[in-house]
């Protein structure tokens, strides 16, 4: 499976982007997808994740009222919607699948995931 993040780029704070991630390969229907980030200096953290088929989806504090994770199953894409930007959010943003359901009790693990993206790059300019 490979994952292919778009819509990264630079936008002033208050701004708003969509990034999107496509999955291509097998499996090709996915149990879970999300967004992990990591800025310059920071560890890697967790953004969103959203169930595929379900369509349930789980928020870090830090973007929860401002970002919204989507899917579209028929396009095996998944969208991170994410307005009211700022300094704060500049940071490479990864997709991730889990096509087993292991991150049913691990929903913000990096590594309960089994396929990751190659990263887009997000500035937000104050």
């Known amino acids: 499976v490979q994952l292919q993040a778009f819509g990264g780029g630079l936008v002033q704070a208050g701004g708003s982007l969509r990034l999107s991630c496509a999955t291509s390969?097998?499996?090709?229907?996915?149990?879970?997808m999300g967004w992990f980030r990591q800025a310059s200096g920071k560890e890697r953290e967790f953004v969103a994740r959203?169930?595929?088929?379900?369509?349930?989806?789980y928020y870090a504090d830090s973007v929860e009222g401002r970002f919204t994770i989507s899917r579209d199953n028929a396009k095996n894409t998944v969208y991170l919607q994410m307005n009211s930007l700022n300094s704060e959010d500049t940071a490479v943003y990864y997709c991730?699948?889990?096509?087993?359901?292991?991150?049913?009790?691990?929903?913000?693990?990096?590594?309960?995931?089994?396929?990751w993206g190659q990263g887009t790059e997000v500035t937000v300019s104050s």
């Open positions: 991730v699948a889990d096509s087993t359901g292991r991150t049913t009790g691990w929903r913000t693990r990096w590594l309960s995931y089994d396929y």
């Open positions: 959203i169930r595929m088929t379900a369509g349930d989806t």
């Open positions: 390969g097998r499996p090709s229907r996915m149990y879970a």
